[in-house]
């Protein structure tokens, strides 16, 4: 009786495709989308300072580039405060927070550009 290899932990498993008689996997692109270029984001980066100005400022302090979410290490950066603090500033509702559920089992809060903005507007008055 010949004894079955067994398959190391971690070692890559193949696999075969098998299609029906006959058929051939298509080559390339289709032909509709060889012809296209990648395109830029619809808003100009006026139109995000003009939408974001005290993050934008931030941002150039800072040297980071805006984008619409950042994680809570970098949010806390920008917010000049640990991330121990940002969690609890989210739990009392001075900031907004999100997370992404049915990514991760323990899924990662990040904060919107439209949160931070927020945050940093009512910090500029006084009532943060």
Known sequence: MA???????????????????????????????EGLEPTTPN???????VEYPRLCRRLRDLGLRFQLAYNQPVAARI?????????EWSRQGKIACHHC????????P?????????YLLASERGKA
């Not at 559920?101 to 323990?106: C, H, L, P, R, Y």
């Not at 919107?112 to 903005?117: D, G, N, P, Y």
């Open 3 to 33: 004894a079955s290899k067994k398959q190391k932990v971690g070692e890559p498993q193949g696999y075969r495709l098998a299609l029906p008689a006959g058929a051939v996997l298509p080559s390339g692109l289709p032909a509709a989308l």
């Open 43 to 49: 808003e100009s980066p006026a139109g995000i300072s």
């Open 79 to 87: 917010v000049g405060k640990s991330e121990r603090t940002l969690r």
């Open 101 to 108: 559920s049915g990514i991760a089992s323990t899924p990662s």
């Open 110 to 118: 990040y904060y919107t550009a439209r949160s931070l903005e927020n």
